[in-house]
Every structure is written in C-alpha cells, then in structure tokens.
C-alpha cells in the first residue's frame, strides 16, 4: 500500500512594508512635548522676575515695602532674626555712630524665625533695588537651616525665596555633597535616604520638600 506523505500547507504572511511614517510622528510628537515644557518654564522664570515681591507674612513684606520706598534715605542696613529686631535699635545705633564721628542712618530687618538661605535671598532682594547711599550690611550668619516646623511649611513665607541658588544649597548639606563643583553625595547618606529607618526619616522628607518648593515657586 502505497505511503502518501502529509504535507501540511502554511501560509506565510508577507512581511508588512516599512513604515517610516510611525517613527516620525512620534518624534514629532517628543520634540513638541520638549519645546512646550521649556515654554512653560521659560515663562515661568520670565513671571517669578518680573512680578513684585509677594505677600509674606511674619511682616517681611511689610519691612520691603517700606524699605523699597525710602531705600536711599538709608546707609547702614542689619537683617536677620528675632537677635537682629530686638537687640539693634537703629536711634541707638546711629547715636553713638554720630557720636564717634560716623553718623548713620540705619535699617532693621531683623524678622522672628529669618536663618540662611531666607535672609540670604532677602538681602539679594534689597540690593537689586540699588540703594544708592548704602555703605555697610550686617547679616546675622548662623549654620544654614534645613527644617522647618510642620505648620510653617504650607506657609508662604517657606516658599517665596526657593529659587534654585538656595534650594542646591539644601539638597547638598542634606547628601552631604560639599561645595564643589562636581556634585557628590555622600554615599552614607544617598543610603540612608533610599533606605531609611522607622524612626528617621526625615532626610527624605525634607529632600522631597524642598524639590517640590522649587517647583512651586516657579510654576505658581
């Protein structure tokens, strides 16, 4: 009996054409989410330069006001904490400075709770209004603060001085990065955030905080 050899029939599908079409609309569609992020943050920055000081509490605002108002009648400023607004009274101050044959007119801007980066940016703040007469600044330096209390930091005034220049200042104390130009973490500390223990947590949280500060600051 004669053997038949099945032979099964498959079909082989043609392979589908190249099509370049796909590849470019989604480079397209890319290049078009990258110009429109930088856009946004563009104009971001142009608005958070461009607008007047904003409405902080704790009377910072207040103080900035008046001192952009009177800022050439001024040639002696001090700012810092609650150190700064109850130990410098500027009519003593100027007394005995005009005493001893340097007369001053002097400027308190002492404000309850201001620490580095704050006053730091602050008093960027009053020199880019170029008070003509201003001859000497006294800042109130202390060890730059990376806390703030829970029930201040929903607050305006931990948000307004955010920018990038004092926010790498805190992520590199936080990663114990140093000042150097090249950025590197201390490892020790790259571990604790990644791996933190029930009871401390707070190098990430603050870390966390501070990225979304800046971008609050920007974007608002």
Same mark, same amino acid.
């Given at each position: 009996?004669?053997?038949?050899?099945?032979?099964?029939?498959?079909?082989?599908?043609?392979?589908?054409?190249?099509?370049?079409?796909?590849?470019?609309?989604?480079?397209?569609? +890319?290049?078009?989410?990258?110009?429109?992020?930088?856009?946004?943050?563009?104009?971001?920055?142009?608005?958070?330069?461009?607008?007047?000081?904003?409405?902080?509490?704790?009377?910072?605002?207040?103080?900035?006001?008046?001192?952009?108002?009177?800022?050439?009648?001024?040639?002696?400023?001090?700012?810092?904490?609650?150190?700064?607004?109850?130990?410098?009274?500027?009519?003593?101050?100027?007394?005995?400075?005009?005493?001893?044959?340097?007369?001053?007119?002097s400027f308190n801007f002492g404000i309850g709770g201001?620490?580095?980066?704050?006053?730091?940016?602050?008093?960027?703040?009053?020199?880019?209004?170029?008070?003509?007469?201003?001859?000497?600044?006294?800042?109130? $330096?202390?060890?730059?603060?990376?806390?703030?209390?829970?029930?201040?930091?929903?607050?305006?005034?931990?948000? $307004?001085?955010?920018?990038?220049?004092?926010?790498?200042?805190?992520?590199?104390?936080?990663?114990?990065?140093?000042?150097?130009?090249?950025?590197?973490?201390?490892?020790?500390?790259?571990?604790?955030?990644?791996?933190?223990?029930?009871?401390?947590?707070?190098?990430?949280?603050? +870390?966390?905080?501070?990225?979304?500060?800046?971008?609050?600051?920007?974007?608002?």
């Amino acid at each position: 009996m004669p053997v038949r050899e099945h032979v099964s029939k498959v079909q082989i599908e043609p392979r589908a054409p190249h099509n370049p079409a796909g590849r470019i609309t989604v480079v397209r569609a +890319l290049t078009n989410s990258v110009i429109c992020a930088a856009a946004f943050l563009v104009t971001c920055s142009f608005l958070h330069a461009v607008l007047p000081f904003p409405e902080i509490d704790g009377g910072v605002s207040q103080k900035f006001r008046f001192f952009a108002a009177h800022k050439d009648e001024f040639d002696t400023l001090f700012i810092g904490s609650s150190r700064i607004y109850f130990q410098i009274a500027p009519a003593i101050f100027d007394r005995v400075t005009r005493e001893s044959g340097l007369p001053t007119h002097s400027f308190n801007f002492g404000i309850g709770g201001m620490y580095l980066p704050e006053s730091g940016y602050l008093l960027e703040q009053i020199l880019n209004l170029k008070p003509r007469n201003l001859r000497w600044v006294f800042i109130e $330096y202390d060890e730059l603060q990376t806390k703030w209390s829970p029930e201040n930091q929903t607050s305006r005034r931990a948000l $307004y001085w955010a920018d990038w220049k004092r926010v790498s200042l805190l992520l590199r104390k936080l990663t114990d990065a140093g000042t150097d130009s090249v950025w590197l973490p201390n490892p020790a500390k790259l571990r604790e955030v990644m791996l933190p223990q029930d009871d401390d947590k707070s190098t990430g949280s603050l +870390l966390t905080f501070y990225v979304g500060q800046l971008e609050k600051n920007y974007t608002n």
